[in-house]
């Protein structure tokens, strides 16, 4: 999507490596948001941030960390993977109009294998 | 956190109106409905929102009813591309949205 980009989009990774993936916005949205998708559960967030250097946890962070150094970018970091972590990982932003509605925006994610 | 219910798919005929509903009959006053879509593969795309009164957009139309516990998205002429995931959401604190498993739209020709 424009404004908001996912980095890799693809990755095969091993059992125990640290792996981070990258999400890069354009659009200078307060929010951003890491969500994982497996079949069966839908969209479970992990992690967002309402700032730089300001992230708290969501519905599943256990074995994620995050970090905002730059408004544009929201790392998310797998610090030993596991293969129950392999999932589509989806990227958001989101910033609030004059009437408070936050539209999210999605990145196109990225596929992440734990073999 | 799961604030509504809708049928986990429907079909439709191309050409034809898609009437979506979702059940969310613990609403509280000052929460919003929202609707997102989720193309194969793809990240979910925002359609329309609405607290109160109809709503309507280039994509769709967003029906509440008056007591607000029901809702129905309307996508007029269904395309072959509008089959996606459709999901509900409502929420009062827009800044995290909560998605549950949506409907699964098939449109056919």
């Known amino acids: 999507d424009a404004g908001i980009t996912q980095s890799p989009r693809h990755k095969v990774t091993e059992t125990g490596t640290p792996v981070t993936l990258r999400c890069h916005q354009t659009e200078n949205h307060r929010y951003m948001y890491w969500y994982r998708q497996d079949p069966g559960h839908g969209l479970r967030l992990i992690h967002y941030s309402y700032g730089v250097k300001d992230t708290d946890k969501g519905e599943v962070s256990d074995g994620y960390s995050v970090s905002r150094s730059k408004t544009e970018d929201f790392l998310l970091t797998l610090e030993s993977a596991t293969s129950s972590q392999t999932s589509v990982y989806f990227c958001?932003?989101?910033?609030?109009?004059?009437?408070?509605?936050?539209?999210?925006?999605f990145g196109s994610g990225t596929r992440l294998t734990v073999v | 956190d799961a604030k509504t219910t809708q049928p986990p798919s429907m079909d439709c005929a191309e050409g034809r109106a898609a009437n979506l509903p979702c059940n969310h009959s613990t609403i509280s006053g000052n929460e919003y409905v929202y609707w997102y879509r989720q193309i194969h593969s793809q990240g979910p795309q925002y359609i329309i929102h609405?607290?109160?009164n109809n709503e309507t957009n280039e994509m769709a139309s967003l029906i509440i009813t008056e007591d607000r516990k029901s809702s129905t998205l309307i996508l007029p002429h269904a395309t072959l591309r509008d089959t996606a995931v459709y999901y509900c959401i409502v929420n009062n604190a827009g800044n995290m949205l909560t998605f549950g498993g949506g409907t699964r739209l098939m449109v056919k020709p």
């Open positions: 609405g607290l109160k």
């Open positions: 958001a932003i989101s910033e609030p109009d004059r009437g408070g509605i936050y539209g999210y925006t």
